[in-house]
């Protein structure tokens, strides 16, 4: 499979909520709240499209029978310059944070999973800047097996101020 990384645009936005309301019923199947908030992600989406930091990733799935026509596969926001909740001295970043992309709201579609999907994604991330930051719920064993499998470290904990889970593991490659 094909895989092409772009900048969304606002057209975009239905298919992204596609993958994004996808992801958020396969956290619930694991038994995770993650996503689990009114309007989340959909509005902080809109908000990265209009600043120019939501990616897309683009590529036919020949599982679906959709001969050339290509899709929506991926999506991530990517923020370069910092994440107010990253600057924590518990966090044992290795490359300054003017060094790294910070990447947020990454899912892939389920039927794209296991294509290197998320491989091309992160490794656009670390174009940006050099290096990727990046965290993921403490029960969202699968993403934390990908940032593994993709080299990235474990570099401890941070903590969201929202409802629900607030831990969140941070990794960085």
């Not at 596609?18 to 989340?40: K, L, N, S």
């Not at 902080?44 to 899709?71: F, K, Y």
């Not at 947020?104 to 490794?123: C, I, P, W």
Request: with cysteine; proline share 6%; glycine share 8%.
């Amino acid at each position: 499979m094909e895989i092409r990384i772009r900048l969304a645009t606002p057209a975009d936005l239905p298919d992204i909520l596609t993958v994004t309301d996808q992801a958020q019923v396969v956290f619930h199947e694991m038994g995770i709240d993650q996503w689990d908030r009114p309007d989340y992600p959909d509005a902080d989406i809109v908000n990265d499209i209009a600043a120019g930091q939501s990616w897309v990733a683009i590529a036919n799935i020949p599982e679906r029978h959709l001969d050339t026509a290509e899709q929506i596969v991926g999506t991530m926001a990517c923020y370069l310059g910092g994440e107010g909740l990253y600057v924590d001295p518990d966090l044992h970043w290795q490359y300054p944070e003017s060094d790294s992309t910070a990447v947020h709201r990454f899912a892939v579609l389920t039927e794209a999973t296991g294509q290197g999907v998320a491989r091309a994604m992160l490794d656009t991330a670390q174009k940006l800047a050099g290096h990727v930051r990046i965290d993921t719920h403490p029960g969202n064993k699968k993403m934390q097996g990908v940032l593994v499998h993709l080299g990235f470290r474990h570099v401890g904990d941070v903590y969201y101020p929202i409802p629900g889970e607030q831990r969140r593991l941070c990794y960085e490659r």
